[in-house]
């Protein structure tokens, strides 16, 4: 037997040790020296004790022959590549109504899918959708997508939903909109299929209208606030993501008492998601931070809503969209993308769309995007590697290897990592 890469052991203020193995994704709390436990584990070989079964039920001692290295890597694999399921982002426009200071792309105004880019998705949508295939999702991006409701997602939509009728695969679609052009209709006819929305707040009324208003600095927060309650009684699923900063993140508490106002009789369609502006991550505050969004998670969950943090979702479960084979970003000129946390001009391209839905890549860039995730030494031998991977495959493609954690994390942060996932899991019933 051989103690496990990927042990992670934290003292805990209260006495004893966290352990986490973050192979297994398992936690034990040990009253005593863990390290002295699984040395001793390790020599004496004792399989009928039950501490030596435990640790290794929770992945802490393993047998000499299983490399887990290459057990991370078929699991990584398993999610990144799938057969069975593809998603396709549509930018309709790179136009918007809005012009949010952080954002970080560059909008043009006026821009819009044209009808021979239009007939080029849904070729490829009827290439895509079809066997081995058992689950397609299309999302649309942008700009803000609802200024081309109309004239491209609806068609899309329709598109997509009825080649997956057909061919028997699960159809779920979904917007990232300041959802500001929302209408009843538009609810009432996404609310007709498996759909979400990602919609944004700046924080309370007074600090999101300074960020978020449409032209005439009209503010936008009350007709946010009450499109949320109208999409979840429509059945559309909500992600509420929050961009907090330190100057707007205690008026988070005034969002929590407006949703309590509002007549939401679906209140498990919507979950809450709390981000941190990133220009705003060098201030500091993180213990402040911490406790305030741990008791926003205890109001939310008052009134039935969800919520969740950053940094808590295994990736190999859930790896980000980008990561994935069966992805791509069509932006509305017909270029293709495989991230969309980037802008989209015309050197950051994968490829573009052909007219008969075929991908043409960029020369060495599918190549390259297949061996960016996961091919840096310091993250194999890293003892969090099973939860961040060094992060994505953009990432690995923009980060120099340099011997240094791409993601910056030192030990501290690690442990800080792993605390908040137990926190978050056991702690805030």
Request: with cysteine; aromatic share 10%.
């Amino acid at each position: 037997m051989k103690q496990s890469l990927y042990n992670n052991f934290i003292p805990l203020k209260t006495g004893g040790v966290l352990g986490y193995n973050s192979l297994k994704r398992r936690f034990a709390i040990f009253t005593n020296d863990p390290k002295t436990l699984l040395k001793e584990s390790e020599a004496s070989n004792n399989s009928s004790s039950q501490e030596y079964i435990r640790l290794k039920e929770g992945g802490f001692i393993i047998d000499d022959t299983f490399d887990e290295y290459q057990q991370l890597l078929v699991e990584i694999n398993a999610t990144d590549f799938n057969t069975e399921a593809a998603e396709l982002h549509v930018n309709p426009t790179l136009d918007c109504n809005f012009r949010c200071w952080y954002c970080y792309e560059e909008h043009m105004a006026g821009s819009k899918m044209s009808e021979e880019v239009l007939e080029a998705v849904k070729n490829y949508l009827n290439k895509t959708i079809t066997q081995p295939l058992r689950h397609f999702r299309l999302s649309f991006f942008g700009g803000e997508p609802l200024l081309k409701f109309d004239s491209v997602c609806k068609p899309l939509i329709e598109e997509a939903a009825g080649l997956c009728a057909e061919r028997g695969v699960s159809f779920h679609t979904s917007f990232t909109t300041n959802s500001y052009l929302l209408t009843q209709d538009m609810a009432d006819y996404l609310g007709r299929f498996a759909c979400g929305m990602q919609i944004t707040l700046d924080g309370h009324r007074e600090f999101h209208n300074k960020v978020r208003f449409a032209p005439g600095g009209i503010g936008s927060y009350d007709r946010i606030i009450s499109n949320v309650a109208m999409l979840a009684n429509s059945g559309v699923n909500i992600v509420l993501r929050i961009n907090y900063t330190l100057g707007n993140l205690e008026s988070v508490s005034e969002i929590i008492s407006d949703l309590k106002t509002q007549k939401i009789l679906e209140p498990h369609n919507i979950m809450v998601d709390f981000q941190r502006v990133w220009q705003d991550r060098h201030k500091g505050g993180d213990e402040k931070i911490k406790l305030l969004i741990k008791e926003y998670g205890r109001q939310l969950k008052e009134i039935g809503i969800s919520y969740s943090l950053p940094d808590l979702h295994n990736p190999r479960v859930s790896s980000c969209y980008g990561d994935k084979k069966n992805y791509i970003c069509v932006n509305y000129n017909g270029d293709f993308y495989k991230c969309t946390a980037r802008d989209f001009k015309p050197e950051r391209r994968a490829g573009h769309l052909a007219p008969d839905g075929t991908l043409v890549w960029e020369p060495g860039r599918r190549e390259a995007w297949e061996k960016a995730k996961f091919s840096r030494e310091v993250c194999r031998s890293c003892r969090i590697a099973p939860i961040c991977l060094g992060g994505c495959r953009q990432r690995g493609l923009e980060s120099p290897d340099d011997g240094r954690c791409p993601l910056g994390y030192d030990e501290a942060r690690k442990d800080e990592l792993i605390l908040q996932r137990f926190e978050h899991q056991y702690l805030n019933d």
